[in-house]
């Protein structure tokens, strides 16, 4: 099942895709339980939407929405930092026992066909294709054998970084947070679809050359691992989000460095969800 969030009439709402491309809005039929899309994950059962899908026509057009990120306002947005072997390799860095986490602010997200911004600050906007996942059964000191059943979905993730703000201290926040940088989308994929454990293949392409290309075989900190870790320390909520880590192949670490520039066109790809497209516009 594809999940989204998008504006109607000038009102948030949140729907369910069909194969054919079609879009049944959630909102006037279930807004009553569930406010948001967040909440209806955290019903963990989506049989009402599956009712809804059998008693009314989906009439909307996908192609035609003004897509939200996936969870418009996610209460936690967490990035797990350095998880593939080879980007540890290219930034020089280590292997950490730990994750290494830093958190995003829902105001740095777009939707997939948004403009992902590149502000006046910095020339040095990068891509950084992840996984995201979207918890739906919330908890604190959460096992790891019982990780995936916390998952409500998974969605395609860019991590969009602001390289010398990054860089100009020791602390992260704010190049990884300037205003719709980062791409989350197209679509919740639900976890029923998705076999716990089964590995994935993550791809980004700029301007159609693939530029990162990995699989979650390859994960340092497995995803179980980092839903334990963080509920260690935190209580996961219904909507929050884990943003998986980025493999090797980033722009600031190739020679010349590749950075994104105005009228780029960014896309993330995982096999079993779909794919995020973002063009880059100037603030």
């Known amino acids: 099942m594809k999940l989204i969030s998008f504006v109607l009439n000038g009102k948030n709402t949140y729907g369910v895709v069909t194969d054919e491309k079609k879009v049944l809005d959630l909102g006037p039929l279930l807004g009553g339980r569930f406010a948001d899309l967040a909440s209806l994950l955290g019903n963990n059962d989506l049989s009402p939407v ?6 009314n026509p989906a009439t909307l057009d996908y192609e035609d929405l003004d897509l939200l ?24 860095r280590e292997v950490t026992e730990a994750p290494t986490i830093f958190l995003r602010v829902a105001e740095s997200q777009v939707a ?35 990780a995936w059943d916390h998952i409500a979905g998974y969605a395609c993730y860019n991590d ?29 994929v639900t976890a029923d ?37 963080i509920s260690s320390f935190l209580p996961l909520n219904a909507g929050d989000v884990i943003v998986t880590g980025t493999p090797g192949g980033v722009g600031a ?26 063009t880059i516009s100037a603030e």
């Open 193 to 229: 679809e998705i076999q716990p454990g089964q590995e994935l293949t993550l791809v980004t392409r700029l301007n159609g050359q693939e530029m990162q290309r990995t699989t979650t075989e390859l994960l340092i900190h497995s995803i179980p691992r980092q839903i334990a870790y």
């Open 160 to 188: 969009g970084s602001i390289r010398d703000w990054q860089t100009a201290t020791s602390q992260w926040g704010p190049g990884k947070n300037f205003w719709k940088t980062g791409g989350f989308g197209p679509w919740l």
């Open 69 to 92: 990120p996936v969870i418009p306002e996610p209460g936690k947005i967490f990035c797990i930092g350095l998880n593939y072997a080879d980007h540890v390799k290219e930034t020089n």
């Open 253 to 278: 670490k190739r020679n010349p460095p590749v950075f994104m520039k105005e009228g780029d066109v960014v896309e993330i790809e995982v096999d079993a969800v779909g794919v995020l497209r973002n």
């Open 112 to 146: 997939h066909n948004d403009s992902i911004v590149l502000p006046p600050e910095s020339v040095k906007l990068d891509y950084e294709g992840e996984i995201a996942i979207v918890i739906g059964k919330g908890g604190r000191r959460i096992s790891e054998e019982k």
């Open 50 to 55: 599956q009712e809804a899908l059998e008693n």
